[in-house]
C-alpha cells in the first residue's frame, strides 16, 4: 500500500505535539507526549510509536515527516551554543559589538540595561586582509596568509564552527568561498557558515549577526538531526524527513543542516499557518492567534486571511536577516511560575517548571505553584481526565504549594491566591497581545481571537473580553495546533539579491534576469527534493523606499506573464506608495524610489487538506457533570461540563460552562455564548451580542423586502 499519511511534530518545552492526517480517508488523530529535555529526539520517538498505535497504522504508511523544533531556540535562550570564531574583513572585526548604537526599547531610560553580549568574544572575531568594492570588484586580493593565521588561532582555541562574513560578500563572495575552502582543509570536521549564502544582502551587521547564529546553532542541530534520523532509520525505516521553518514553509532535513538560523521558532510559525487556515474556513480575515502552552505565550497576527511575513527580526535580541512569520512570544505559560517579590507584589513567569519537574500537580517533584496548578485549584481542570487520563492530577499538592509560596505570604486564602495567579498571567498576556496589536496601529476590536496550546483556552474568553475582541474561536485539536501547522506546510527557499539601483536605473530589462536567475536555482532546488513541476509556485518581490530612507517595505512583483516589462515595474512602484500611504499615513508619487533587493520564494504545494463537515443536530447538548467552578466576579459557581467530542454544529452552551477534551479544556464565562460550527469549531460570543446578531438576521429578510419594493 503506498504512504498516504503524513506526520506534523511539535516539541515544545512541556509536551512533544503529534498531528497524524490520513490523505486518504481524511481522518485526523493527535496526541501529546511528555518532552524529553536531555534528548529531544527520544520524546519524538515516543510519540512517532503512540500515534501509529491510536490511528492503526504501520511506519510504511507515511509519506512524510514535518518536524517543528525548539532546540536552536533553546541554544538561544541559555547561550548553550557552539564555540564560533568570525572571519570578517580586515577593520570590521568588532561590527558586532557596534551593532547600530541603539538600546533596546524597553531600556531606552535605563542606564543599566544593555544590548546582548556578541555570541563570539573579540579574541575570536579575528580579520583577512581582503577587501571587495560596493559594485563587487576586487579591490585588495586575499591574502591567505592572514586567513591561514585566523584558522590555526581557532585550532588553537578549539572552535567548533567557523563564520565567515566579508564586506561586499553578497556582491562578490569569491573570497568567502576561498576561505570556507581553506578552513575545510585545515579543519574538516568543523562546519563553516557563509554569509554570502545565510544572509546574502546589504547592512554589514545584520548580516554578520545571521551568520554568526547560524554557526552558533549549527553544531547543535546537525546533532539533533543525525540523531533523529539515525533513531528514525532503526525504528521505522527510510522516512522523508522535513523541518519547519520560521518563514512558515517547511525544508527537507538535509537543506536544515546548513540552515540552523532557519528553525528558530519555528514551532510558533506552524502556528501561524494554522491560524490563518481556520481563520478562511470561519470567515475571519483578522485574527490574532495566541499559543499557550506550558512555558510561553505567543502571538501572530493575520491579516487578510494570511499570516504576517517579515524580511527580518530578532531572536534573543539578535538581529536576523532571513524572511520570518510575524510571532512574538513572553514568558506566560501554563508551567509559569507564580512568586512574591521582595515588595510583596504578586508575579507570574517568565521561569517555567517545564514538564522536569513540572507544577506541583504534577506530583513528579516539583514544589512551585503555577498557573496549571492554580486553574486546578479554582476547579478550571479536572484532575481525573488530564491528558485523557494519563497523568493524574494532585489537587492537594496545587493547593499546598500555592499556600506556602503565595497565601502565606500574601495573608490570603489559597482560592484568592489562585485566582490572583489567574488575574497576573491575563494582565501580562493581554499586554503582550496589544504590544503586537495596537502598538502596530491595529484595532483589537476589529479581531477574533483564536485559542490554541494546552492552556489557551482555558484563559481566551477572559483576554478576548479584556481587550474587546469580536469574538474567541478554538479550533479542534487545539492543543496540538502549531503541530497542525507543521504537516500542513509547504516546502519552501527564499532568495534575495541586493542590486541597489535608482527608480530610473530599475527597469525590466536589469531586473528579470535576476529573478530568472533566482528562479533557475529555485526550480532545480524543489526538483532535487522530488516537487512535480506543477506543485510548484514562485513569487517575485522587491524591497522599495524613498530615495534618502534607510528602511525598506517589500512590495509584490507580477510574475504571471511570460515577461517583465517596465508597465509591470510602474505598477509595483504604485503600489509602494499606496503601501507606504497605509502604513505610514504618507505617500507621495512624486518622490524619487529607489530597489533596494529583489526576493524569490519557491514554494512546493502540499497536498490540499479536506477537512470534514459535521452534519448540523436538533438534539441539546448534554453535560456530563457538575462541578464548582471559580468565575471572576462570581466566586465558586456550580457549572455545567461537556465533553467535546460529544458536540456537534448546531449545539448551543450558555456560560458558566467548561469544556473538556482530551488535551485542552475551555472556559465559557457566564454571560457568554458557545456555538459549534461545521468544521467543530467552538465560537463564543458575549451573549448580548449573540442575541444582537440574531435580531439582525431576522431583520435583514424585511429590510430586503423594503429594498426591493
Request: glycine fraction near 10%.
Amino acid at each position: 500500500m503506498a504512504p498516504h499519511m503524513r506526520l506534523g511534530i511539535d516539541v515544545g518545552g512541556t509536551f512533544t505535539d503529534l498531528v497524524l492526517i490520513d490523505d486518504r480517508s481524511g481522518k485526523i488523530h493527535y496526541t501529546k507526549t511528555f518532552t524529553t529535555p536531555g534528548n529531544p529526539a527520544q520524546g519524538v520517538l515516543t510519540g512517532i510509536e503512540k500515534i501509529l498505535r491510536i490511528a492503526n497504522a504501520a511506519p510504511g504508511d507515511l509519506e512524510y515527516i514535518a518536524h517543528g523544533t525548539t532546540i536552536g531556540t533553546n541554544a538561544l535562550i541559555e547561550r548553550q551554543g557552539a564555540r564560533v570564531g568570525l572571519i570578517t574583513t580586515a577593520g570590521f572585526r568588532d561590527v558586532l559589538e557596534i551593532a547600530r548604537i541603539e538600546r533596546p526599547d524597553a531600556g531606552l531610560y535605563d542606564i543599566n540595561v544593555d544590548l546582548p553580549a556578541p555570541l563570539v568574544p573579540r579574541y575570536l572575531r579575528l580579520e583577512a586582509d581582503e577587501r571587495m568594492g560596493a559594485d563587487g570588484s576586487i579591490v585588495r586580493p586575499l591574502d591567505t596568509a592572514s586567513v591561514v593565521q585566523a584558522i590555526e588561532k581557532f585550532q588553537t582555541e578549539h572552535v567548533q564552527a567557523i563564520a565567515i562574513c566579508l564586506l561586499f560578500g553578497f556582491r562578490n563572495p569569491v573570497h568567502e568561498h576561498l576561505i570556507r575552502e581553506m578552513c575545510q582543509e585545515i579543519l574538516p570536521d568543523v562546519p563553516v557558515t557563509l554569509a554570502g549564502e545565510i544572509a546574502p544582502e546589504f547592512r554589514e551587521f545584520e548580516r554578520t549577526s545571521t551568520t554568526v547564529i547560524n554557526a552558533y546553532l549549527t553544531p547543535i542541530t546537525e546533532r539533533y538531526l543525525d540523531s533523529l534520523q539515525a533513531k528514525l532509520q532503526a525504528s521505522f525505516g527510510a522516512i522523508d524527513l522535513r523541518i519547519m521553518q520560521t518563514s512558515g514553509g517547511a525544508m527537507t532535513a538535509q537543506a536544515a543542516r546548513s540552515r540552523a538560523v532557519n528553525m528558530v521558532n519555528s514551532g510558533p510559525a506552524g502556528g501561524a499557518l494554522a491560524t490563518a487556515l481556520f481563520g478562511r474556513l470561519t470567515g475571519d480575515t483578522r485574527i490574532i492567534g495566541c499559543d499557550m502552552g506550558g512555558t510561553s505565550f505567543d502571538i501572530g497576527l493575520i491579516v487578510d486571511a494570511h499570516p504576517r511575513v517579515k524580511s527580518e527580526g530578532e531572536f534573543e535580541g539578535y538581529p536576523v536577516k532571513i524572511p520570518m512569520i510575524d510571532v512574538e512570544g513572553i514568558g506566560a505559560g501554563g508551567g509559569s511560575i507564580a512568586w512574591v517579590d521582595a515588595g510583596g507584589g504578586l508575579n507570574v513567569g517568565p521561569r517555567s517548571a517545564g514538564s522536569d519537574p513540572g507544577p506541583a500537580c504534577y506530583g513528579q517533584g516539583g514544589i512551585y505553584p503555577t498557573v496549571t496548578d492554580a486553574n486546578l485549584a479554582l476547579g478550571r481542570l479536572n484532575p481525573d481526565y488530564f491528558l485523557g487520563s494519563e497523568i493524574q492530577l494532585h489537587p492537594d499538592r496545587a493547593q499546598a504549594a500555592i499556600q506556602e509560596y503565595v497565601a502565606s505570604p500574601l495573608k490570603m486564602s489559597v482560592a484568592e491566591a489562585a485566582a490572583g495567579i489567574l488575574r497576573v498571567v491575563n494582565a501580562n498576556m493581554v499586554r503582550g497581545i496589544s504590544v503586537n496589536s495596537t502598538q502596530k496601529g491595529y484595532d483589537t476590536r476589529e479581531f477574533s481571537l483564536l485559542a490554541f496550546g494546552g492552556a489557551g483556552p482555558l484563559h481566551a474568553v477572559e483576554l478576548a473580553q479584556e481587550l474587546g475582541m469580536r469574538r474567541v474561536i478554538v479550533p479542534p485539536f487545539c492543543s496540538v495546533f502549531s503541530a497542525f501547522g507543521a504537516v500542513t506546510a509547504d516546502l519552501r527557499h527564499d532568495y534575495v539579491r541586493t542590486v541597489a539601483l535608482s527608480q530610473a536605473e530599475a527597469t525590466a530589462e536589469r531586473l528579470e534576469p535576476v529573478f530568472r536567475d533566482m528562479e533557475t536555482h529555485a526550480r532545480a532546488q524543489l526538483a532535487q527534493e522530488n516537487v512535480s513541476p506543477e506543485a510548484v509556485v514562485v513569487q517575485w518581490a522587491a524591497d522599495l523606499r524613498y530615495e534618502g530612507q534607510s528602511y525598506e517595505l517589500t512590495i509584490p512583483v507580477a510574475n504571471d506573464e511570460p515577461r517583465l516589462t517596465d508597465p509591470h515595474i510602474a505598477e509595483t512602484i504604485q503600489l509602494f506608495h499606496d503601501t507606504h500611504s497605509r502604513v505610514y499615513a504618507y505617500g507621495d508619487p512624486g518622490e524619487r524610489v529607489e530597489c533596494v533587493s529583489l526576493r524569490l520564494t519557491a514554494i512546493g504545494r502540499a497536498p490540499a487538506l479536506k477537512l470534514a463537515r459535521q452534519k448540523k443536530t436538533a438534539r441539546p447538548a448534554k453535560p456530563k457533570s457538575k462541578r464548582k467552578v471559580y468565575f471572576f466576579e462570581r466566586g465558586f459557581v456550580m457549572t455545567a461540563i461537556y465533553e467535546r467530542s460529544e458536540l456537534r454544529p448546531g449545539h448551543k452552551l450558555t456560560g458558566p460552562s467548561l469544556i473538556e477534551e482530551t488535551t485542552s479544556t475551555t472556559v465559557v464565562p457566564p454571560r457568554f455564548i458557545c456555538s459549534v460550527d461545521v468544521y467543530g469549531n467552538l465560537l463564543i460570543e458575549p451573549a448580548l451580542r449573540s442575541k444582537a446578531a440574531r435580531s439582525s438576521s431576522k431583520r435583514a429578510p424585511k429590510a430586503k423586502q423594503a429594498e426591493r419594493k
